[in-house]
Structures are given as structure tokens and as C-alpha cells.
């Protein structure tokens, strides 16, 4: 895999390929962005760039082929020390930066890094996960960053400097990845061979926000069937009726054992009912006669189902798109509500009545 591989993150690679040319590479980076655009790929890439020993490193281009290179693709390099956190844990246990109480300072990241390496050029740590640091843990790197060894650098992933101390972040120089592009998350998809014919992967692209690992988790079948329900709901005007709320509850509540994700299902939902809205609002007005066609059958979309929405309407085009829009904002104030830890069993059946009610005009803003 080279560098044109990982698709998106020019800026990052300049900076780093001017500071190698300078030999100027800072001993600790701290890699800020959404989760699932690359940036753990991108720093794997940097470590092979740096271990190289086919390579000069000042234009950090492996060369591939060198054991070092193989080393670092099969994770196995000496020098190449790694954690992150469990796939049943919530937070990154200490155990991982010093050891178990056994054997404290005798093992971990912390005391690893310290070492002389082992092929006589440098170490690289990365620490992915590092939103999920717990105290123990933030305060064991902050000594090693205070006095970080002269032939190693640590590179830390997370998504916000806000979710680190104060004291790490001013210790790091931040490196910022932005969101992918949705052509960019549909060629890595592509290339990875995703999709089914049930979920196209062009419509998982678009759902991505961004973010290949989002693409895959509300491009899932489960989801794609729930989208398609929330749909239909919608442009029958009863996206309240009861056996559908619960439905729909259940399924937020099962997405993820993790509140976060849980929380980003519902923003995802209210995204597709503002599309549905917001098409209700086009094609009121501008109406696309190339818009139906056979698809429609298997795939509806969510401008075929505002179409439906419109033509089934007792409501002239203009009382309708006001609806839409009273819509949009009851939406976005739902969004708001679950980006504010705000209890969903709550909130989630009042947006949807009150949807209900807006489409009856019975809705009266507070």
C-alpha cells in the first residue's frame, strides 16, 4: 500500500514531508478528526515511512519491500509499539502504558518506548482510541511526554483536543484530518468490495458524513430496511402511530451497547427525515419529472417517497412546503436535544408526535 492509498489527506502528508526533508519531526503528534476517515491508516503509513530501511527517510516513501516495511504492514516491527482500546472495555485500561500490578514499570507503552530500539533507528507509539484515556493513563503518558525519548515519536488518534488535558494537547502539535469526501468514501469502499445489491454503495457513501466506518454502520441492511420503514411512515403523515415509535426506539436502543453511537443513530434518522423534508420543499416547487422511474420498485429514494408525500397531499404545494420547513426545525431541535444527552425514550416519541401534528396543522411552536 502507498501513500496514494490512502485517499483525502494531502495536507497532513505536506506537512509531514516538509518537516522530514527539514529534519524537524516533532516527538509527539496528536492526529484530531472524526472517527473512521483514516487517520489510524494514515499513521500506520507514517510509521513505515519513518522505520524504513530502504528508504531515505527525509522523503518518508517506503520503500515497501524491506523488512522493516513487511514488518510494519504485519504489525510485528519491534520498534512499532501500538494500544488502543479493547473491544469490550470503555476505556484504555492502564495495564496497556505500565504494566499490570505485578509488574508495574516493568511493561507497557511507557516503559517500552524508553528502550533503545531494536534495529538502531527509532521507535514509534501510536495510541489509538485516545478519547478513551482514563486518568491513570493520561497522567503515565504525561511523564513520558514531559521527558519524551530523543529517537522515538508518539503519535495519539482521537477526535477532539476537548476530550484530552490541557497539559498533553500543549505537548503535541495537532495534526487536523478533515471528513472524507462521499466520492472519496465510495472509491475506499469500492476498493474494499462493500455493498450488496440491497444497499448500493453509492447510497452508503452518502450516508457517511464523511466517515468510512459511518458508511458501514447506517449502511448495514438493518439500517438501510429501518430507513426505508421511517420513510414510508413519513409520507403517510404518521411517523407517530404506536407499533412504529417502539419500533423504531428498539432499534436505536439495540444499534450499540455504546450511549455515543447510540446517540449518532438518532442525529442519522433526523438527517434522513430532514432530507425528506427538505426534497418535500424542492419538489413542491421544482418539480423533476426524470424522477421516477423502475428503481422505485426496489430502491426507493428519498425524493421518490416526497413525491409520493406531494402527490397524495389534500394540501395546495405551498401550504405543504411550510410544513416541511416547520418540520426541518422541530427536527433539528431533536438533534440538538440528542447531541445534548437528553433521555431518547423522552424525546424521541414527542418529536415524532409532534411531526404528526405539524402535518395536521395542530402544531404550535414553543
Not at 146 to 156: F, R
Not at 200 to 217: F, K, R, Y
Request: glycine residues 6%; contains cysteine.
Amino acid at each position: 500500500m502507498s501513500w496514494n492509498d490512502i485517499l483525502g489527506h494531502q495536507r497532513p502528508l505536506e506537512l509531514f514531508r516538509r518537516a522530514a526533508k527539514r529534519g524537524r519531526l516533532a516527538s509527539t503528534y496528536f492526529f484530531v478528526g472524526p472517527h473512521g476517515i483514516g487517520k489510524k491508516k494514515f499513521a500506520l503509513k507514517l510509521a513505515q515511512s519513518l522505520l524504513c530501511e530502504g528508504s531515505d527517510t527525509s522523503q518518508l516513501e517506503p520503500c515497501q519491500s524491506c523488512p522493516a516495511c513487511q514488518q510494519v504492514a504485519a504489525l510485528t516491527h519491534p520498534d512499532l509499539l501500538l494500544v488502543s482500546k479493547p473491544k469490550d472495555k470503555n476505556e484504555i485500561p492502564v495495564e496497556l502504558f505500565m504494566g499490570d500490578r505485578e509488574h508495574r514499570g516493568q511493561e507497557g507503552l511507557c516503559r517500552d518506548i524508553q528502550l533503545t530500539p531494536f534495529r538502531g533507528g527509532r521507535k514509534v507509539a501510536i495510541i489509538d482510541d485516545a478519547d478513551h484515556l482514563n486518568d491513570e493513563g493520561r497522567n503515565c503518558l504525561l511523564k513520558t511526554l514531559e521527558e519524551p525519548p530523543l529517537d522515538s515519536i508518539l503519535i495519539l488518534i482521537g477526535t477532539s483536543v476537548y476530550r484530552q488535558l490541557p497539559t498533553i494537547v500543549s505537548r503535541s502539535q495537532i495534526v487536523r484530518f478533515e471528513p472524507l469526501t462521499n466520492e472519496q468514501v465510495e472509491e475506499i469502499l469500492r476498493r474494499r468490495e462493500f455493498g450488496d445489491e440491497e444497499v448500493p454503495i453509492s447510497q452508503m457513501a452518502a450516508w457517511s458524513h464523511g466517515s468510512v466506518q459511518t458508511a458501514l454502520e447506517f449502511g448495514n441492511p438493518d439500517f438501510f430496511r429501518m430507513r426505508q420503514r421511517l420513510l414510508g411512515q413519513l409520507s403517510l403523515r404518521e411517523p407517530a402511530e404506536y407499533g412504529f415509535f417502539k419500533e423504531l426506539q428498539k432499534f436505536i436502543e439495540d444499534a450499540s451497547p455504546d450511549a455515543a453511537q447510540r446517540r449518532q443513530v438518532a442525529r442519522a434518522i433526523a438527517d434522513e427525515c430532514i432530507e425528506f423534508f427538505a426534497t418535500i420543499i424542492r419538489e413542491a416547487f421544482v418539480p423533476d419529472s426524470q424522477t421516477s422511474g423502475s428503481s422505485a420498485a426496489t430502491n426507493p429514494t428519498v425524493k421518490e417517497f416526497s413525491i409520493q408525500t406531494i402527490a397524495n397531499s389534500r394540501t395546495d404545494r405551498l401550504s405543504l412546503a411550510k410544513m416541511a420547513g416547520n418540520a426541518i426545525h422541530r427536527t433539528e431541535t431533536f438533534k440538538f436535544h440528542v447531541s445534548a444527552n437528553a433521555n431518547l425514550p423522552n424525546i424521541l416519541p414527542s418529536w415524532l408526535i409532534d411531526l404528526g401534528k405539524i402535518f395536521r396543522e395542530e402544531y404550535v411552536a414553543t
